[in-house]
């Protein structure tokens, strides 16, 4: 398990290391990202202007919260030029399968 503690920094009091949720990735815990990656978990990948669309996010925000899932290895980016301008396509990774596929798991789990 990646270092416990410091996840739990970032909840609240009550929640226990014993939680199933805190098992997933941090990055996951937030609407955004959670929306992106499911996009690309059902799309095996997409590019920011798509993902820009389909979020109703700007620019700044969208390229921030995409940073923090590449940080953590769930997704990956490979760029492009097209017409002189920066193409950028996102992939998720297997990481980002697995730990995606988990949270979905843990999250049935918890609403039984």
Do not use: A, W
Request: charged content about 30%; glycine content about 2%; cysteine-free.
């Amino acid at each position: 398990m990646i270092n416990m503690v410091n996840r739990l920094q970032h909840f609240p009091t009550h929640y226990s290391k014993d939680n199933i949720l805190l098992q997933s990735s941090i990055q996951l815990f937030y609407p955004y990202r959670l929306h992106i990656m499911n996009i690309l978990f059902k799309e095996k990948q997409s590019d920011f202007i798509t993902l820009k669309k389909r979020l109703d996010i700007s620019n700044g925000s969208l390229n921030s919260h995409l940073r923090y899932l590449e940080k953590d290895n769930l997704i990956t980016l490979e760029k492009e030029f097209r017409n002189r301008k920066t193409f950028t396509t996102y992939f998720i990774t297997e990481k980002g399968i697995d730990e995606f596929t988990q949270l979905r798991e843990r999250l049935f789990e918890v609403l039984k």
